[in-house]
């Protein structure tokens, strides 16, 4: 597609299950960003890709967060055993340098 | 760490009026963006600033960047209905790695 794609748009989920949540860059877009945002709150970075590899994650707020890139293309940003405050909607992003395009994000909600 | 304060927080402007937003920065900015959120959507990139003095237009809306490359502002000439959302100002650290700080958006509402 043209733009950065995720899904699913929306996610809920109980307390304690694991959830996954999808990026489809857009394509040749070597950066690729994921970010979270909470009600109130501004965008917060959480971790990058530069291709396939992750020179820093120490925004991931847990150890329950993780991500991965492969093939340079697709992420997915995996939460473990999820609390209520993860909720949020998580965006996603990619860059080739020049501005970085967003998704629409996924709204997680653990009820 | 970077840290982008944006002012107002919010603004309530009647339509056809003129608005600034600002967004100021801890440390010189290497790379200013300024992005639009409508409620349900994506960010939608605006444009971006890199150089000291720099200006760039986008139909009704303008940016700058200043000399020390600490603030930007986002002015808007004549604003209407679609002007409305929330704005953020991204900046870059410069290295990449620490991927875009944001402000935490300013909230415009545009009354008819």
């Known amino acids: 597609g043209a733009g950065v794609s995720q899904s699913p748009s929306n996610k809920v989920t109980e307390k304690g299950k694991d959830v996954e949540l999808r990026c489809d860059p857009i394509s040749g877009h070597t950066a690729l960003y994921w970010y979270r945002q909470s009600l109130g709150q501004g965008l917060e970075f959480l971790i990058y890709?530069?291709?396939?590899?992750?020179?820093?994650k120490s925004g991931l707020p847990s150890d329950r967060f993780s991500a991965e890139r492969t093939g340079g293309s697709v992420s997915t940003l995996t939460i473990q055993r999820t609390q209520q405050e993860d909720s949020a909607v998580y965006l996603c992003?990619?860059?080739?340098?020049?501005?970085?395009?967003f998704g629409q994000g996924t709204r997680l909600t653990v009820v | 760490s970077q840290e982008l304060e944006q002012s107002p927080q919010s603004l309530i402007v009647q339509e056809g009026k003129n608005l600034t937003i600002n967004c100021t920065s801890s440390k010189t900015l290497y790379g200013l963006y300024w992005y639009k959120q409508k409620y349900g959507e994506g960010l939608i990139f605006l444009m971006m600033?890199?150089?000291?003095?720099e200006e760039k237009s986008h139909e009704k809306i303008t940016a700058k960047l200043d000399e020390k490359k600490q603030q930007s502002s986002l002015h808007i000439t004549a604003s209407q209905p679609s002007h409305a959302g929330t704005y953020l100002c991204g900046a870059d650290s410069g290295g990449g790695a620490d991927g875009l700080t944001f402000g935490k958006g300013t909230h415009l509402i545009i009354q008819p």
């Open positions: 890709f530069q291709g396939n590899s992750a020179p820093d």
């Open positions: 992003a990619s860059s080739l340098g020049v501005g970085a395009f």
């Open positions: 600033l890199q150089k000291g003095g």
